[in-house]
């Protein structure tokens, strides 16, 4: 290996380990809520990251006593929901916000759909009413549920600055910049009518 | 001081019996205190008022309040895709029941009096220490529809449904501006709730004219629970309205075609549909305001004058009156009148004229007693002949031995100028002069305690 050769590759690995770093940006945050009670099925999200190449994932959403489990799926752009029915008994996924209805099926069966649009999608039941799920589809990864207590960690984020987002069933909340740097950014949001 | 000078005034006043309208299963769907809507119930504080006006929800979007998540009969979603779907619902997680009772003991100081005669000189009459019992259903369908329904079983009456209507709001436009309300239930005549009295049923006193001639058993009074459809709503959050029709009383199969209109309004204080109230609070403690109002009502009602045979009367009756609500924190002073024409008041009589005058005064010493009293003047004059008065003075106090026990202590006195052909019991008066011409001089009827408690 030539001096050059291995300078070459020295700076490669420098950068690369560089590039790591700042992707490893963090941003922490809490979610507050009037009313509280709203609080949860909250989603804060990077709404844009330039030049974000995804590789398609499958995503299982389970029909599982009477409910859509989980409640929430974080997915991007191009990845696949299975939807899967483990009750005994016939459901149906329709989406009036993704403009489909995959149908009515039996015990067992599985069905899918690939999202190819940003948003949030309510999946129903036409069978039972009661039963909601959403699907958040991002235009990246960078996306995360609140806990309980509303708090969230969103990881890995490159650097740069971000519009930060926040989504709920019920309520709204502005915005806001993010600029990632060495320590984690913190952000907080309050959520209302 | 003033405190004292308050309840110096207010016992220089005047009181009846009482009817119910406090309904825990608010309590429970909200997981509050009944306090948060009545001083001492049935009576409702500013924020009462407006939950009540609002057809039964808290300002703003009633679910944001509710605590006892309900269970859901569908989810928003389906909204998107009505008619191809039915519009979701929701239901109480628990039956939205509530029960209650009252009765009351009554003495006579003076057995002589013409209520002690009525009891046939007793000293004490416990007849209707339990008089009667209550079942309330009282929720939301969803954020704009409610339901409300009273069920009374009566020692003496029976069983009735007093109430029972379903609250369409915010049909159009600006919230709580246009609603419809469906059902059996008291028409709205003035601002304020009916029973919204701390001495009595009802805040205005129910005069029935055909039954004081003795023309029928079943007389016709409008401020009663009817069968009705009424449009009401609060504009600007300060002017209230309301117009209904309702089935009145009848015979035959012939509607009575009566309806009725009233128009309120309210200075300062706390906003009549409690929005826009800027950080006011809307608690009695920070209550000033006047609040005026006017009503008129047009009634047919058909009945089978007490002849023999039978003569089938139709009596047409014009009202109207007005009613003010003047409020001083904890002290409160409601004042109405009302005048009545009655072309039929038996197939045999004239017509008649009749004006109903009342005053209640209360203030509210601490949280859990008031003392106050009413006073009710009720005057008949039938065409070409002498009029007919009856006075009746009541202090009395009220206790709030738990935020769902009260106790009323009241001590009506009264006196009459003459009495229609019947008396003046189916007024819920007491004065029995010995005939239509004798006048009776003011006489302390009776001390009644009540008891009232709802669970």
Same mark, same amino acid.
């Given at each position: 290996?030539?001096?050059?050769?291995?300078?070459?590759?020295?700076?490669?690995?420098?950068?690369?380990?560089?590039?790591?770093?700042?992707?490893?940006?963090?941003?922490?945050?809490?979610?507050?809520?009037?009313?509280?009670?709203?609080?949860?099925?909250?989603?804060?999200?990077?709404?844009?990251?330039?030049?974000?190449?995804?590789?398609?994932?499958?995503?299982?959403?389970?029909?599982?006593?009477?409910?859509?489990?989980?409640?929430?799926?974080?997915?991007?752009?191009?990845?696949?929901?299975?939807?899967?029915?483990?009750?005994?008994?016939?459901?149906?996924?329709?989406?009036?916000?993704?403009?489909?209805?995959?149908?009515?099926?039996?015990?067992?069966?599985?069905?899918?759909?690939?999202?190819?649009?940003?948003?949030?999608?309510?999946?129903?039941?036409?069978?039972?009413?009661?039963?909601?799920?959403?699907?958040?589809?991002?235009?990246?990864?960078?996306?995360?549920?609140?806990?309980?207590?509303?708090?969230?960690?969103?990881?890995?984020?490159?650097?740069?600055?971000?519009?930060?987002?926040?989504?709920?069933?019920?309520?709204?909340?502005?915005?806001?910049?993010?600029?990632?740097?060495?320590?984690?950014?913190?952000?907080?949001?309050?959520?209302?009518? | 001081?003033?405190?004292?000078?308050?309840?110096?005034?207010?016992?220089? +006043? %005047?009181?009846?019996? *009482?009817?119910?309208?406090?309904?825990?299963?608010?309590? /429970?769907?909200?997981?509050? !205190?009944?306090?948060?809507?009545?001083?001492?119930?049935?009576?409702?504080?500013?924020?009462?008022?407006?939950?009540?006006?609002?057809?039964?929800?808290?300002?703003?979007?009633?679910?944001?309040?509710?605590?006892?998540?309900?269970?859901?009969?569908?989810?928003?979603?389906?909204?998107?895709?009505?008619?191809?779907?039915?519009?979701?619902?929701?239901?109480?997680?628990?039956?939205?029941?509530?029960?209650?009772?009252?009765?009351?003991?009554?003495?006579?100081?003076?057995?002589?009096?013409?209520?002690?005669?009525?009891?046939? &000189?007793?000293?004490?009459?416990?007849?209707?220490?339990?008089?009667?019992? &209550?079942?309330?259903?009282? *929720?939301?369908?969803?954020?704009?529809?409610?339901?409300?329904?009273?069920?009374?079983?009566?020692?003496?009456?029976?069983?009735?449904?007093?109430?029972? $209507?379903?609250?369409?709001?915010?049909?159009?436009?600006?919230?709580?501006?246009?609603?419809?309300?469906?059902?059996?239930?008291?028409?709205?005549?003035?601002?304020?709730?009916?029973?919204?009295?701390?001495?009595?049923?009802? +805040?205005?006193?129910?005069?029935? %004219?055909?039954?004081?001639?003795?023309?029928?058993?079943?007389?016709?009074?409008?401020?009663?629970?009817?069968?009705?459809?009424?449009?009401?709503?609060?504009?600007?959050?300060?002017?209230?309205?309301? %117009?209904?029709?309702?089935?009145?009383?009848?015979?035959?199969? /012939?509607?009575?075609?009566?309806?009725? *209109?009233?128009?309120?309004?309210?200075? *300062?204080?706390?906003?009549?549909?409690?929005?826009?109230?800027?950080?006011?609070?809307?608690?009695?403690? &920070?209550?000033?305001?006047? !609040?005026?109002?006017?009503?008129?009502? @047009?009634?047919?009602?058909?009945?089978?004058?007490?002849?023999?045979?039978?003569?089938?009367?139709?009596?047409?009756?014009?009202?109207?009156?007005?009613?003010?609500?003047?409020? @001083?924190?904890?002290?409160?002073?409601?004042?109405?009148?009302?005048?009545? !024409?009655?072309?039929?008041?038996?197939?045999?009589?004239?017509? =008649?004229?009749?004006?109903?005058?009342?005053?209640?005064?209360?203030?509210?010493?601490?949280?859990?007693?008031? %003392?106050?009293?009413?006073?009710?003047?009720?005057?008949? !004059?039938?065409?070409?002949?002498?009029?007919?008065?009856?006075?009746?003075?009541?202090?009395?106090?009220?206790?709030?031995? /738990?935020?769902?026990?009260?106790?009323?202590? =009241?001590?009506?006195?009264?006196?009459?100028?003459?009495?229609?052909?019947?008396?003046?019991?189916?007024?819920?008066?007491?004065?029995?002069?010995?005939?239509?011409?004798?006048?009776?001089?003011?006489?302390?009827?009776?001390?009644?305690?009540?008891?009232? $408690?709802?669970?």
């Amino acid at each position: 290996m030539s001096i050059l050769t291995s300078f070459v590759f020295t700076a490669a690995l420098v950068c690369s380990l560089a590039a790591t770093a700042i992707a490893d940006g963090k941003i922490t945050g809490t979610v507050d809520a009037k009313p509280s009670k709203f609080l949860k099925d909250t989603i804060v999200y990077i709404k844009s990251v330039p030049n974000t190449k995804l590789t398609a994932r499958s995503v299982e959403l389970d029909q599982k006593g009477m409910e859509f489990i989980p409640h929430l799926v974080l997915i991007a752009v191009g990845d696949t929901v299975k939807f899967q029915n483990h009750d005994p008994v016939d459901h149906n996924v329709m989406s009036h916000d993704a403009g489909y209805d995959l149908g009515t099926w039996g015990p067992g069966h599985v069905s899918e759909h690939q999202f190819k649009a940003e948003g949030v999608f309510a999946q129903v039941c036409k069978i039972h009413p009661e039963m909601l799920a959403y699907v958040f589809v991002g235009q990246n990864r960078f996306a995360a549920i609140i806990d309980d207590k509303g708090n969230f960690t969103i990881d890995g984020v490159p650097d740069g600055t971000h519009e930060l987002a926040v989504w709920n069933p019920k309520l709204k909340a502005s915005s806001q910049k993010v600029t990632i740097s060495a320590s984690p950014a913190t952000v907080k949001f309050s959520l209302s009518r | 001081m003033r405190r004292l000078v308050n309840i110096i005034i207010v016992l220089g +006043m %005047v009181g009846l019996t *009482g009817h119910a309208g406090a309904v825990p299963a608010f309590a /429970r769907k909200y997981k509050t !205190t009944c306090i948060t809507c009545h001083t001492i119930f049935p009576k409702l504080t500013p924020f009462g008022e407006q939950f009540r006006r609002n057809g039964y929800r808290f300002p703003g979007i009633d679910s944001d309040s509710t605590k006892a998540e309900p269970v859901p009969l569908g989810t928003d979603e389906q909204k998107k895709t009505f008619p191809d779907s039915v519009w979701p619902g929701i239901l109480s997680p628990f039956p939205p029941l509530a029960f209650g009772f009252n009765g009351q003991a009554i003495f006579h100081p003076d057995k002589k009096s013409s209520a002690g005669a009525a009891d046939n &000189h007793a000293v004490a009459n416990f007849d209707t220490l339990v008089e009667e019992g &209550h079942l309330w259903a009282a *929720g939301s369908l969803d954020d704009t529809i409610t339901f409300f329904s009273e069920l009374t079983a009566s020692r003496t009456e029976g069983i009735d449904v007093e109430t029972a $209507a379903l609250y369409f709001n915010d049909l159009v436009g600006p919230a709580h501006a246009v609603n419809l309300a469906a059902g059996r239930r008291i028409g709205t005549y003035t601002s304020f709730q009916s029973h919204s009295s701390y001495f009595t049923d009802l +805040m205005m006193p129910r005069v029935p %004219v055909t039954g004081l001639y003795g023309a029928t058993s079943d007389p016709f009074v409008f401020n009663d629970n009817h069968n009705s459809i009424e449009v009401n709503g609060v504009l600007a959050d300060r002017f209230d309205y309301a %117009v209904g029709l309702a089935a009145g009383t009848n015979v035959d199969a /012939r509607n009575s075609a009566n309806f009725y *209109g009233h128009v309120g309004y309210k200075l *300062g204080g706390s906003t009549l549909d409690g929005e826009h109230t800027n950080g006011i609070p809307q608690d009695l403690a &920070h209550e000033q305001s006047i !609040t005026l109002d006017a009503f008129v009502y @047009r009634s047919i009602s058909r009945f089978n004058d007490a002849m023999d045979p039978p003569v089938l009367t139709k009596d047409t009756s014009v009202t109207f009156g007005g009613t003010i609500r003047a409020q @001083r924190e904890e002290l409160e002073l409601d004042a109405g009148v009302f005048h009545q !024409t009655d072309d039929h008041a038996s197939s045999t009589a004239p017509s =008649t004229t009749t004006w109903s005058q009342w005053d209640e005064v209360s203030y509210l010493v601490f949280p859990w007693l008031v %003392v106050g009293g009413r006073v009710e003047y009720l005057r008949i !004059t039938p065409e070409g002949a002498s009029t007919l008065s009856d006075l009746r003075i009541s202090p009395g106090v009220v206790a709030l031995i /738990r935020p769902n026990l009260k106790l009323i202590l =009241t001590a009506p006195l009264e006196q009459a100028t003459g009495r229609p052909a019947a008396g003046w019991g189916t007024a819920g008066l007491d004065a029995a002069p010995a005939d239509t011409a004798s006048n009776l001089s003011l006489e302390l009827e009776s001390i009644q305690l009540q008891l009232w $408690a709802a669970f």
